[in-house]
């Protein structure tokens, strides 16, 4: 099939926003034919207006690093589909793709979420929503202008002058298309970015976040405060130092993601993916209990000081150096992964190293075996190459891990007990390198009772209650419905005797007359009143005599 029928096919609009998982390549998906290309992919139908901006994101999901593409149609009013552009930046974990569009005028529009091609499958992450023209931030924000901008009613930024503090509230969106402009945000010396729950910026120019002196940014909030920059040429940019504390950065399709002086990032998750350099400093970089990840950069860290990894974790794939320093410092709770890519990365380039882990350590060769396993060695240093050696060969990965079992996943491998009628499944919680803990978490629903089957039921008897039986469940066993008692029966006398349990009928007519023989009743009523008229008759004969004798 065409993605020109596959479009046709569409009869309704989609309403955004919308997210969904797409399986590229799965049950069900549609092979479509695109030029000389074929390629699974999922399509939208979507009634956009003029100056909207639409935000759309589109990258694997699991870890099939699926390459995805982008691409925006029209109707072109001969009955076919015209192409409008199309997205394939890589700029989105891997080579995913998180892309803007401005939307030029009121129409429908028909969006294709793709691979690349036939080969590109996996589990992906789609996620469409439009921004109305005016919530969105754009041009220069230059804070160290006489006066500095001030925001609009409808902003969701702030500034303070006194205390050189730029808030950026939940929300906040700021968009550069213009690759010639130089600062998006400039501050001056001393300032701080406060962020408050989730900004983003897209930006094609030189610079995002610039300071002209001492900067730091800082999340705030009950909730993880996020910032996104995509596509900067420098995403935070200062000579002077650096601070990153509490927030969640992540930078995509950028030269550097992170300049300054000296560098320091505390209780953070930093994440790059496509990028050339993720930090770089003149000085000392110190990363303290902070979580970063890389995907796929030039270089992960280069700078002239030293590179301390303190706690936290340093993970990811890079193609030249994973960190060059004058000294690196690896201590603390270190779950470290580092991987190089081609068959010349270098794990790392630096004067000495100072290690101090407790964990297993892992180094691998450029083609991924692994050369030691053991705890640490400073005999794994060669200082005279300046880098981690095993028998010659030099270190182009390495792993430090030490197992924190937070991860609820629910597959057959960590299946603790299978749902029952009344209870939910349980799995065992599991590290991120997928070893297997000892502590469950209850999963899902139980499953209810179902067929049900009738036990002890009984019948009544002369001598013995019946029973109606419970309703019990055939799968558990559980009695879902209680039975109830059966009253006795009477005895079938026959010729004094019953025919069921064999008792004799009794005859004995010395008994007291039993509620309601009504054959004895007149005898006893006759006897009463005999008994009363002797009685009377005495009474009158005393009385007589004793009259008599006066």
């Known amino acids: 099939m065409t993605i020109e029928e596959g479009f046709a096919a569409l009869t309704e609009t989609t309403t955004l926003p919308y997210s969904a998982e797409v399986d590229l390549g799965g049950e069900g998906a549609v092979l479509y034919t695109v030029e000389d290309y074929t390629l699974f992919a999922e399509l939208l139908k979507v009634d956009l207006k003029q100056g909207d901006f639409l935000r759309m994101e589109f990258y694997s999901a699991d870890s099939s690093d699926c390459d995805t593409y982008l691409e925006i149609y029209q109707e072109d009013g001969s009955g076919g589909f015209t192409c409008l552009t199309d997205f394939n930046a890589n700029n989105m974990r891997g080579d995913g793709e998180s892309a803007l569009y401005t939307v030029p005028e009121d129409g429908v529009y028909y969006l294709a979420f793709e691979g690349y091609d036939e080969m590109e499958t996996g589990l992906c992450r789609l996620e469409v929503e439009v921004i109305p023209a005016g919530i969105i931030a754009t041009g220069t924000l230059d804070f160290t202008a006489d006066p500095a901008p001030a925001p609009g009613a409808d902003d969701l930024w702030s500034w303070d002058e006194a205390s050189k503090t730029l808030t950026l509230k939940d929300g906040f969106l700021l968009y550069n298309d213009d690759p010639d402009l130089d600062d998006l945000i400039l501050l001056p010396y001393g300032a701080t970015v406060v962020v408050e729950g989730s900004a983003k910026i897209y930006d094609a120019g030189n610079g995002s976040i610039v300071s002209e002196g001492v900067l730091t940014v800082r999340g705030e909030g009950a909730e993880t405060a996020s910032l996104e920059i995509l596509g900067s040429h420098y995403a935070i940019y200062t000579d002077h130092d650096v601070l990153i504390t509490g927030i969640d950065f992540s930078c995509s399709d950028c030269n550097m993601a992170i300049s300054g002086q000296d560098v320091r990032i505390e209780n953070s998750a930093i994440s790059a993916g496509l990028i050339d350099i993720l930090m770089g400093a003149y000085g000392d970089v110190d990363i303290i209990d902070s979580d970063v990840s890389l995907s796929k950069a030039r270089i992960g860290i280069n700078t002239t000081g030293t590179v301390t990894l303190d706690g936290g974790s340093f993970t990811g794939t890079f193609y030249t150096g994973g960190i060059g320093a004058e000294r690196i410092v690896l201590t603390g709770d270190l779950r470290l992964n580092l991987r190089g890519l081609i068959s010349y990365s270098e794990l790392l380039y630096t004067g000495s190293m100072e290690v101090s882990l407790e964990e297993t350590v892992r180094v691998y060769g450029a083609d991924g075996t692994v050369l030691y396993e053991g705890l640490w060695d400073d005999a794994l240093f060669d200082?005279?190459?300046?880098?981690?050696?095993?028998?010659?060969?030099?270190?182009?990965?390495?792993?430090?891990?030490?197992?924190?079992?937070?991860?609820?996943?629910?597959?057959?491998?960590?299946l603790a007990s299978a749902a029952t009628c009344t209870e939910a499944a349980t799995y065992y919680y599991s590290c991120v390198c997928g070893e297997k803990g000892t502590e469950t978490f209850a999963y899902g629903a139980a499953l209810g009772h179902g067929e049900t089957e009738l036990k002890d039921a009984r019948e009544a008897s002369c001598t013995a209650e019946g029973y109606t039986g419970d309703r019990v469940c055939k799968v558990c066993g559980e009695i879902v419905e209680k039975g109830e008692a059966i009253p006795k029966t009477a005895h079938a006398f026959q010729d004094g005797v019953c025919t069921v349990c064999g008792a004799v009928e009794s005859n004995d007519n010395t008994q007291s007359p039993q509620t309601g023989d009504n054959g004895n009743i007149a005898l006893w009523i006759g006897l009463m009143l005999v008994s009363c008229t002797v009685l009377a008759a005495t009474v009158i004969y005393r009385r007589k005599r004793h009259c008599g004798t006066r």
Not at 391 to 407: F, I, K, S, T
């Open 383 to 414: 200082a005279g190459e300046g880098m981690i050696m095993v028998n010659g060969v030099p270190a182009a990965g390495m792993e430090v891990h030490r197992h924190v079992y937070d991860q609820q996943v629910t597959s057959d491998r960590y």
